[in-house]
C-alpha cells in the first residue's frame, strides 16, 4: 500500500488538544450533577426539621435563583441534552454495551419525569411570584398526591444514576480512582438515600401536626390553566425532539442503504455497512470481537486498527482522534476503529489482540486448613513500569497489564503451579500446593522459563507500542509456609504466609537491583537438580531473618534452558 507523501505522519501532529464538544457536554453534567448535589442535601436536612430544610432552601435560592445562576442551571440542561440526541443521532447502530445504554435511556427519560416539579416550582415561581417552600411541597406530594411524589422520587433516583454513570465513565480512566472507587461508591449510595430519608422525616412531621406550617396557598385558576398548558408544552417539546432525532436516524439509514462500505478484516471476514458507519461500530454489528475499553468515545487507542488497503480518500482524523493518535506516536496508517468512518472499502486489522485477559485459578474448591507445607515460590515483576506508564494513556496502561498479567497466568498455570495474587504490577505464584518439594521446584523453574518466552513473544507481537522491550525481574526460592484460605467475605482467598515468603521477596527486590532476570535461591537449586556451579553465588541477608540465603544470579533466564 502506497501512503500520501503530502500527507504528515501523526508523530509530527502536536500533541495539544483542540477545543472539543465532549468538553462542553462533561462541564454540562459536572454543572448539573452540583445542582443535584445541592438539592439533595437541602432534601436531607429533613432529617432534622423542616424549619433546617427551609434555611437551607434559603441558601439553595441564592445559589441557583439569580440571572447568572439560572442561565447557567437551564443553559447546561438544554445544551446536554441536545448534546446526547446528537451523540443518538451520530450512532449508525443501537447496540452497545449495557452502561452505556443504561445512561442514554436515563438522560431520555428524565426531562419527562422532572418536568411537572420544574414547572410547579421554578415557573410557578416566575408567573407568580410564589415560592413554595418545603412545607407547602412536602404537604403536596406526600400527604395529598403520594403518586406524585413517588414519581418525584423515580425522578430522583434516575437522576442520580445518569449523573453517577457519566462521571463514572469520565473518571475510570484516571490513574487514581481505583484507590478513592470505594469512597466514591459510598457516597453515590448515601446520597440520594439521605435525600430520600429526610423527604420521608419532613413528610412525617408535616403530617403529625399540619396546622404549624400554615394552610396551603391556592393557585389562581387562571395561572394554573398557564402553568398546565406549560407543561403539556415542554412535554410535547422534548418528545418531538427525540421522535425527530429518531426520525431523522430512519432517513438517513433510507437514504444511505443503497451506499454501502465493505470493511475487510483479517481471516478473510468481511462486512458490509452503510456509508457513514465507523470501524468499531461494523465490528459491533457482525458480532466481531473488538476492543473498545473507553466506549467507543475516543479517549483511549485500544480500538485502534491498521488501514492495510483503502486509505487513499478517506476521510482524515477528526481533531479527536488525531490528538488521541499523537500520544501514542501512532504511524499515518493507525486509525481510531471508533472515529474512523471510511467512505469506500477498506481493510483494516485491530492492532490490539481481543483473547481472554481472565485467569482461571488451578487450585480452588475445598476448605483449606492452615497446613504447613513445602513449597516453591515465584516473584516476577516488571522493570521501569512507572516509566512505561507515564509514556501511555490509562487505558492503553491497562489493557498493557492485563496482557502480561494474562501471560503470567498461563504460564505459571502451564507448568503447575497457582496465581496467589497481582501486586501493582509484580505477581506471586505458588508451587507444590498438590506435589512433592522436588517436584514443586521443578514446576517453578519451567514457569520462569515460560514466562521469560511469553515475554518475548509479548515484546515481539506490542514492538510498536513499546519505545524499549518490556524487562522482567524474578526470584525463586522453596521452604515452608502457611497454605490456606484467607481474608474476609468475598476477598477471602487460598493464599501463603511465612518467613519464605518474605525471603522470596527480598530476592525478587535484589534482581531489579542487580539488573538481572533472576535470583535462585540455593534451595531451589538443590530441589529441581541445578548445576549451577558455573554461575555467579551470593550470600544474601535478609532484613528480619537471622539466617542468610545463599543464592545464584542469573542475568538471562535462559541460560537455564541450556
Known sequence: MQHDPARPALESTPTAIPFRWREVRLITGLVLGFFLLTHFGNHALGLISVEAMEKGRGWFNLLWRNPLGTVLLYGSLLIHFLMALQALYRRRTLRMPWREAAQLLLGLSLPFLVISHVVGTRIEWSLTGWASGYPEVVRNLWIRAPEIGLRQTIALIVAWLHGCLGIFFWLRAKTWFSRYALLLYTGAILVPVLALLGFVSAGKEIARAPDQYGSAM???????????RINMGLSAFFAVLIVGTLVARVVRRTLLQSQRVRIIYPNNQIVSVPLGFSVLEASRIAGIPHISVCGGRGRCSTCRVRVVDGEEGQPPPNGQERGTLARIKAGPDVRLACQFRPVHDVAVVPILSTSRNG??????GGKAQGQEREIAILFCDLRGFTSLAERHLPFDTVFILNRYFEMVGECVENAGGYIDKFIGDGVLALF???????????QAVDAALRIRAGLTALNRQYASEFEKPLQIAMSLHAGSAIVGEMGYGQATSLTAVGDTINAASRLEGLAKDLDVELVISQD????????????????????????????WIIPEVSELAR
Open 218 to 228: 391556592r393557585v389562581a385558576s387562571s395561572a394554573a390553566e398557564t402553568l398546565a
Open 359 to 364: 485467569l482461571t485459578s488451578l487450585v480452588r
Open 432 to 442: 507444590g500446593l498438590k506435589t512433592s518439594p522436588q517436584e514443586a521446584a521443578r
Open 524 to 551: 531451589i537449586a538443590v530441589r529441581a537438580g541445578l548445576d549451577l556451579s558455573t554461575r555467579e553465588r551470593r550470600t544474601i541477608p535478609i532484613r528480619g531473618r537471622a539466617a542468610p540465603i545463599d543464592s
